[in-house]
């Protein structure tokens, strides 16, 4: 709990420290601006720095996304607007960094429905369920749809915008300690999985028993076998070296992860509406870049893997099927999140897919 706290407190001085700094040069994510043209949005010729936290490498697809999010915004803003990564955690946890963002801190990270569920959007955390969608085209016809922009709505009535949602994170998988060839064998398996009720009760409902975890703590809980798996896409599993400890890897696919990046509400409307377009179209087109960076090197990472000594199984569509049916149950647990009635049906609906 100390070193809980400790991390938390070093997470929020850099980002007051960050504040302050903006304030001094004219610009700061000023938590009572509601309106475009706020402190922020300084025309002066002022610098505007937003801090990016998130929990993996700069060497994943995604770490060299936000790096090309980066050269493009400053490009596009005449170096008036510029972006500074931190990976790897070193601004603090996820929901160490949103509660930073609810009290107006100029930072953002990476983050998905599940997580916006317990931020008082419940209905969100759908996207994150077990099965959900069966290709890419579905994730991008849903973040078009009307639904997607209600929800993305309610959360910035929450304190809390995003930014851009294109963004692949990668079909997740399921890397273990011991042979997982189907759904039977995650009976009683402590598989970590992100700090959230959505995604712990997707992998319970598999048989598994879910260990919220932050990223950073998984190697060495892996290692001592405090728990027996985890997952997360290809690219993450190799990047934070989990495969290391863990040789068994199912590409069960049990969430096609697309992510977003969000960040203060309260700051975001602090800015000029010129400003706004520059990081929401910037981030965009960094996005489409990560997807190609993640598409190419996937199958980089996976042969990597398997040369190291990982056993891959790429399940038959009968045995992918056994995951689905069991999956299923989760949807008939709107009630417990607090979902609307026929949630799952008006999703379905919103992204061309039959309930």
Known sequence: MKANVSKRLLAMLLCGAMAASLTACGGSGNGGSTGTGGDAASTSGDVIELQIGFENSISEPIGQGIEKWAELLEEASGGTMTITPYPDSQLGSKNELIDSMMLGEPVCTLADGAFYADYGVPDFGIVF???LFDSWDECWTLIE?????????????QGLKILTSDWKYGARHTLTVSPVNSVED???MKIRVPNNQIQSYGFDVLGAVSTGMD????????????IDGAENPIATLYGRKLHEVAKYLILDGHVLNFTTWV????????????QQNWLIETGNEAGLYNNEVLDQQEQDYLQQMKDEGVTVVEPTEEVLQGFKDKAQSFYDMGDTFGWSDGLYETVCEAMGKQA
């Open 129 to 131: 369920g077990p099965f």
């Open 186 to 188: 995650l009976a009683g």
């Open 145 to 157: 749809s009307d639904w997607y922009a209600d929800q993305c709505a309610q959360l910035e009535q």
């Open 215 to 226: 990223l950073g703590d998984v190697y060495q809980a892996l290692q001592t076998k405090t």
């Open 263 to 274: 960040c203060s509400a309260d700051w975001f409307n602090s800015l000029t509406e010129e």
